[in-house]
């Protein structure tokens, strides 16, 4: 927390308690023990110049741009002294470049030293213009150069990775991007080379700068040394139109700024948000963002003609041919209503009310993905109404001082809460157990004690974790974080609620897509109405329909069907029509079923911003906008509401509430969700209503025993890997991890496998094949990324997390 210094301090006043008083040109000032002198000086708005010097890195003391002038004991220093290593002492006098004339000559002198290398290439730069060396040299630097000499060239740009590109001759070695990548993110991909003069930033020989993380260097670095591959050369800072907005790729909501130059979106930075994201951003959010210009975006709606080809088609007419279908639907055997788990809180607001009012069911739910009954009474009993003032934050678990983490894996899922759980184990010690089958990279750099759980037994190494876990989590503050992974594992949800209750722990749903927490408190799912009402309770419905205008009893009663349901039911003719939003039916629990229903169904609307399996199948397609294109708001899994506005000219795409308020009124149905804001008025009115009841306890799965040539499959998604989003983002590929099928040294034996060598492993359905890694999985168990290139396991396998697989030799050697 940012301490203000008190305006009339004086020398009389007495010294608060863990605080210093010393004097910074001219002003008595208190300032908390251990503070950093540069720290102090910013608190009282007075501006050090620096480039080492970053807030949420170690001190470094590199650059040497912050010298100001120190006296102790009435007595000066023999030197200049840097301010960003210094620490506050009692009775200091510090005088800056304001106020001294030697620290004044001191900055010019490590500003003439910086430059003498620096090729001063301002006009081709792409850090021109937003550059603190090209203004600190403004405002600290001499006018003139002393240097004569050659100034020192390397080839440029040095590739260190995909998106990352090095121009060494630019750099001041001022260590930002090393100490990031050691300290915040722990990928030493990237360090110091040579000795002396030749020192110089690099890479190992063959070894990319691979981490999740790493587009933050480029927004740190202080100099333009570092660039992005695909931003270089495209535009200049004061060319750009630059919007605040929210990150759509996962649960996190972090805070970023598009900028876009001519309806284009150039780049994407982190902002600056200390509750949430800090200054940070992942690769993923950073860089994938083209599927919003990509050659399958949909801008026009189309229509499926009598020659069964989808022709485009004016809005009228695609929303009342929609129109026409789902009535028919609904008097035949029903509606459907699929939304998916990317949608803004209101969007799914939207599809929540368009079900019960326009379709009149409660056949609806976002989560397209593997799910079961007992995550619905999970989220009734656990997560509907937390808010950041009652449940797990980011600076909860920064503070924490042990955490379990499991049904996730958050390097792979929400990358910030992997740097939040990092640094708490860092910097202040906390103690990371995680459940799951094998020690992932990013459990290695939090720390993490692991669990080890057999694919589908989950259940039981939580419900008796032992005493050391236990005593851990039984201290204040400890967190428990569950990830949607859990609805593959039987009553995993019921021992990770059973074990917080035992403890004591604050217990916390980290799901992966960044719609999901704002889907359940909007009611889309098929127990819920908005506000987390149960559909069985009859005043909670009576609440609803009061807000939204209907008579009583106009809103089922009876539970809906969860989404694989719907699905089998479309498949079996028990429903007629289907509204789906940006589900991908490849991260349904059975893809080919999912892909049949779709096939089947009567009458299939799908509301989409790009082609997909959906659209393909789809007899009316609506097109309707990402994220740059409205406005609109996530709850991030603390349920912290983030808003976010217009970026691109949205002309030719509606949001989602939109289109299904008008698609409603062509069915003689007003929803009133014309605009994000008309959705998030009625949601606020309607309030958070939490049920009363726990949720049902459910008894622990067993994991499946592997006969001969078998194993037990785990697998869970990566955070780089075949996106939906990540559509014509080449780029990326140099930070995603290599697919393996990786089991433990034991079953390696046993199936014959060899490190390096490919191996298959196959189903009836389907094989993948890949090269051999071993880690320590519990054995006859092997892992597979569940959507990477050449391992898309269920829509090859048919198979998920649990299930018995077989696992071979390939026989042709290695895949290298």
Not at 232 to 258: A, I, M, Q, V, Y
Not at 353 to 362: D, E, H, I, Q
Not at 538 to 545: G, M
Not at 680 to 705: H, M
Request: with cysteine.
């Amino acid at each position: 927390m940012t301490l203000t210094p008190e305006k009339n301090t004086t020398d009389e006043t007495p010294v608060p308690e863990g605080h210093v008083r010393l004097t910074i040109d001219g002003q008595v000032v208190d300032a908390p023990k251990g503070e950093l002198l540069i720290r102090t000086c910013e608190r009282l708005g007075i501006v050090i110049p620096r480039f080492c010097d970053h807030p949420l890195l170690d001190p470094a003391g590199a650059c040497r741009q912050c010298l100001v002038e120190v006296e102790m004991g009435g007595r000066p220093m023999p030197k200049p002294q840097a301010s960003c290593t210094m620490t506050v002492a009692d009775g200091m006098v510090v005088k800056t470049q304001h106020t001294s004339a030697r620290a004044d000559k001191a900055q010019q002198g490590v500003m003439e030293l910086l430059l003498v290398n620096h090729p001063l290439d301002c006009p081709v730069c792409d850090k021109g213009g937003e550059c603190p060396l090209q203004n600190q040299a403004m405002a600290h630097g001499r006018p003139d150069s002393r240097f004569l000499e050659e100034k020192r060239t390397f080839p440029k740009p040095l590739p260190i990775s995909t998106q990352v590109l090095l121009d060494r001759e630019r750099c001041v070695l001022c260590q930002r991007c090393t100490r990031f990548s050691d300290e915040i993110a722990g990928d030493r991909f990237i360090d110091l080379l040579e000795r002396g003069a030749h020192q110089q930033i690099g890479i190992a020989e063959d070894q990319p700068f691979q981490s999740y993380f790493s587009g933050n260097t480029i927004q740190i670095c202080p100099v333009g040394a570092l660039t992005s591959a695909a931003y270089r050369f495209r535009s200049r800072p004061f060319d750009l139109r630059s919007t605040p907005g929210t990150c759509e790729h996962c649960s996190s909501g972090c805070d970023l700024r598009t900028d876009s130059r001519r309806g284009t979106v150039l780049r994407r930075l982190a902002g600056n948000d200390p509750e949430v994201n800090e200054e940070w951003l992942c690769d993923k959010g950073r860089f994938a963002f083209r599927y919003l210009a990509s050659r399958g975006r949909i801008t026009r709606p189309m229509v499926r003609g009598a020659d069964g080809v989808l022709a485009e088609a004016s809005w009228t007419d695609a929303l009342r041919i929609a129109a026409e279908g789902l009535l028919a639907a609904r008097d035949a055997r029903g509606i459907g209503v699929l939304p998916g788990g990317r949608l803004t809180v209101e969007d799914a607001y939207a599809y929540a009310k368009f079900a019960r009012v326009v379709a009149r069911t409660n056949d609806v739910d976002f989560r397209a993905r593997p799910h079961d009954d007992e995550e619905l009474d999970f989220l009734a009993a656990h997560v509907v109404g937390t808010t950041p003032e009652d449940g797990v934050t980011f600076t909860g678990l920064e503070d924490a001082p042990a955490v379990l983490t499991v049904g996730t894996e958050p390097e792979e899922e929400a990358g910030i809460v992997f740097l939040r759980l990092r640094k708490a184990w860092r910097k202040k010690g906390m103690r990371h157990f995680q459940v799951g089958p094998f020690t992932t990279v990013g459990a290695q750099k939090t720390g993490a004690t692991l669990l080890h759980a057999v694919p589908g037994a989950e259940a039981a190494v939580v419900a008796d974790p032992g005493d050391e876990v236990l005593d851990a989590l039984a201290q204040p503050g400890a967190v428990i974080l569950v990830g949607d992974h859990a609805a593959q594992s039987p009553g995993l949800y019921s021992a990770a609620s059973a074990l917080a209750q035992r403890t004591g722990a604050t217990l916390g749903w980290l799901p992966r897509r960044a719609g999901d927490r704002g889907a359940v408190e909007a009611g889309a799912l098929p127990t819920l109405l908005p506000g987390g009402r149960p559909v069985t309770d009859a005043a909670a419905r009576a609440e609803v329909e009061r807000v939204w205008g209907l008579e009583e009893g106009a809103l089922p009663g009876r539970p809906g069907r969860a989404g694989d349901a719907i699905l089998a039911a479309a498949a079996r003719g028990e429903l007629s029509a289907l509204v789906v939003g940006g589900v991908d039916p490849q991260d349904m629990a059975d893809p080919r079923s999912a892909l049949t229903a779709l096939r089947d169904v009567g009458f299939l609307v799908s509301l989409e911003i790009h082609e997909s399996a959906v659209t393909e199948l789809a007899d009316v397609v609506l097109p309707v906008a990402p994220d740059a294109q409205r406005a609109g708001s996530y709850l991030n899994w603390e349920g912290r509401r983030r808003s976010f506005g217009i970026a691109l000219d949205a002309t030719g795409v509606l949001p989602d509430c939109r289109v299904l308020d008008t698609l409603g009124v062509e069915m003689d149905a007003d929803l009133f969700t014309q605009t994000p804001a008309a959705a998030a008025g009625e949601l606020e009115r309607l309030g958070t209503r939490r049920p009363d009841a726990a949720a049902p306890a459910v008894p622990a799965g067993t994991a499946r025993r592997p006969g001969y040539g078998q194993a037990v499959l785990a697998t869970s998604r990566r955070l780089i890997d075949d996106a939906s989003l990540m559509i014509d983002e080449p780029a990326l590929e140099g930070t995603a991890r290599r697919p393996y099928v990786t089991v433990n040294a034991a079953t390696a034996e046993r199936l014959g496998l060899v490190e390096g060598d490919d191996a298959t492993v196959r189903t009836d359905l389907g094989a993948i094949t890949l090269q051999v890694a071993l880690a320590d999985l519990p054995d006859g168990v092997v892992w597979l990324p569940a959507r990477s290139p050449g391992s898309h396991v269920r829509p090859t396998l048919g198979a998920g997390h649990g299930d018995l697989v077989g696992v071979t030799p390939a026989g042709n050697g290695s895949a290298r």
